[in-house]
């Protein structure tokens, strides 16, 4: 499935994003403070967009001026969030490349998966999560509607092998 906004195409990853995946996912200012390492290689990101990123509802962000993938949306229903929901509720994760920052891209795109949640595919409630210090993934989640839940102390993220503090906000149909 391909969603549209105002800016951006949401569509699924294909092998050939991998070069530009890379460009932004080796900052070492993007995945940490997201959850996941920096990419080490155009070839580590093609393994990820294989293994991690070519799954239904998860969708290179595009801009719609070239259709490159500068960042990836994704919407983890059910048993495929990890935050142990129930089938008729999704999590939406997010990331985005540094040079897109602060132009209101990632709102943009979660509203455009919020509205294909609600209106598609009938879910009744959307989670998202940020961790400790990431504000920026704070402030797009208010911008969305998205209102504070509750906080995870001291869980276990495998992806970094490290402890975080996971907050977690909620949004109702």
């Not at 900052?27 to 990123?53: C, F």
């Not at 239904?56 to 962000?61: C, D, G, L, N």
């Not at 994704?74 to 897109?100: H, K, Q, R, T």
């Not at 969305?144 to 993220?157: D, E, Q």
Request: aromatic fraction near 10%.
């Amino acid at each position: 499935m391909i969603l549209e906004t105002k800016r951006l195409i949401l569509r699924p990853f294909e092998e050939s994003d991998a070069e530009n995946i890379y460009e932004y996912a080796k900052n070492p200012n993007v995945g940490p403070i997201a959850g996941w390492s920096v990419h080490t290689s155009v070839e580590n990101s093609l393994e990820i967009i294989k293994t991690v990123l070519a799954v239904p509802e998860t969708y290179a962000v595009c801009l719609k001026e070239d259709n490159k993938a500068i960042g990836s949306i994704g919407l983890m229903i059910g048993s495929a969030s990890n935050l142990d929901l129930p089938d008729d509720e999704g999590e939406i994760g997010y990331w985005i490349g540094e040079p897109f920052w602060g132009q209101g891209l990632i709102p943009e795109a979660i509203k455009c998966v919020i509205k294909h949640a609600f209106g598609d595919l009938d879910l009744k409630r959307m989670w998202c999560g940020y961790f400790d210090g990431n504000i920026k993934s704070k402030r797009a989640q208010e911008k969305c509607g998205f209102v504070y839940h509750h906080t995870n102390k001291n869980i276990y993220w495998a992806l970094m092998d490290d402890i975080r503090t996971e907050h977690i906000t909620v949004l109702d149909r």
